[in-house]
């Protein structure tokens, strides 16, 4: 059997340069590897739902966002399907049965729910801390829809950041859990890794550990010219270069940690000859004698070069947004053809197709018979 992509993003903004180098980039090159039978993209809005269910619309409005940023940053839907999660509701009929496989327990030991849960808040104790909520109960079982997603459609590859490992880890165990139980139904997936580390976790211009909408540190896929130059600029760099010829630290220097992701030999030849490539570069600004205005300026050359093809792109297709809306109803009805074949197997090896079960009606035909 062929290899199958499924991978998927939370619709909650727009997207930004870390889902860019930490997957976005990724997909476009797997699209063109030709080395996949399938790719699914999905846009997880059921999941975003999980803790946003105050804000819809939110959601409803970033649908569109993060279609255009796929495919301004190449994804092509004749290559691959693109989706939207809750336009395929054979996900949720399969996470209802999986929930029956997994233990209260098991879920809170997952460290990525875990950590949400903190991140945003959420009490041990809503009873008795009044001004916090407790943990929606759709949020603290999402792993659980996320092995749904995955399952559905066969996968064998999911592409995702390390933060995602324990949801990946979690639907292997369901995977097999379910096998073991209902016999051989469910495909065993792997998860795939950035290969560049830097690329995992790309800092916010501030230096802070993660991009994220509400610091406003983000570089978005479809910022203008003005805006990113801005971006580039405001960036983070080492606070103790304060003059040219003052050695510096590239460590934590978020303008090398950008090059770092982004920066090719090639660049050099092109924005700034006098180096022949990054080492080089880094070299003479420990020394000291190369200002942060050069390096910031070479940095916006690259990342203006990659972003320039993806606005045309997404200029074109934000002339045409009822063609997008129909990239993503034919997607999604792809998708859930895909889903109902699994959800059919899934049923017959938990014998619950009670009437296209032949033996069952004859079984009991006869347990009656000869009253
Ligand atoms: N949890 C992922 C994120 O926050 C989105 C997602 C939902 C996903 N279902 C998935 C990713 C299945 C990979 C596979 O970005």
């Known amino acids: 059997m062929g290899k199958v992509i499924l991978t998927g993003d939370r619709p909650t903004g727009k997207l930004h340069l870390g889902h860019y180098v930490g997957s976005l980039r990724r997909r476009v090159e797997l699209q063109n590897s030709g080395e996949f039978e399938k790719i699914f993209i999905m846009i997880a809005d059921a999941q975003a739902l999980t803790d946003n269910a105050d804000n819809p619309e939110k959601i409803r409005q970033n649908i569109i966002e993060v279609a255009l940023d796929y495919l301004s940053a190449g994804l092509d839907p004749e290559k691959v399907t693109i989706f939207i999660q809750s336009q395929v509701p054979e996900l949720c009929e399969l996470a209802f049965y999986y929930m029956n496989l997994v233990t209260v327990q098991r879920l809170q030991r997952n460290p990525t729910v875990k950590q949400e849960i903190q991140l945003r808040g959420f009490s041990d104790n809503e009873d ?217 197997e899934v049923r017959k090896a938990m014998r619950i197709d009670y009437f296209g079960d032949a033996a069952l009606i004859e079984e009991h035909t006869k347990k009656y018979s000869s009253k």
């Open 128 to 344: 008795e801390d009044q001004n916090k909520k407790g943990t929606p109960v759709g949020f603290f079982t999402y792993p659980i829809s996320q092995a749904s997603d995955i399952t559905a459609f066969k996968a064998t590859t999911v592409p995702v950041g390390v933060d995602q490992a324990p949801m990946i880890e979690q639907t292997r165990e369901i995977v097999h859990k379910f096998n073991s139980v209902y016999g051989p139904t469910l495909v065993m997936p792997e998860m795939m890794l950035p290969e560049n580390s830097v690329c995992c976790r790309l800092p916010g211009t501030d230096g802070k550990a993660k991009m994220s909408k509400s610091l406003g540190n983000c570089v978005y896929l479809s910022s203008t010219p003005k805006e990113l130059k801005k971006a580039v600029n405001s960036m983070f760099t080492d606070p103790n270069h304060l003059q040219i010829e003052d050695p510096g630290t590239v460590e934590g220097n978020v303008v090398f940690t950008y090059l770092d992701a982004f920066c090719k030999d090639e660049h050099f030849a092109k924005y700034l000859p006098e180096y022949e490539n990054l080492e080089a570069m880094k070299a003479h600004y420990r020394r000291g004698g190369l200002g942060d205005g050069t390096c910031k300026k070479f940095l916006l050359n690259i990342l203006e070069e990659m972003l320039q093809p993806m606005r045309e792109i997404r200029h074109k297709y934000e002339q045409d947004i009822p063609g997008v809306y129909e990239i993503l109803r034919k997607g999604s009805e792809k998708a859930r053809a895909e889903a109902a074949k699994t959800l059919n």
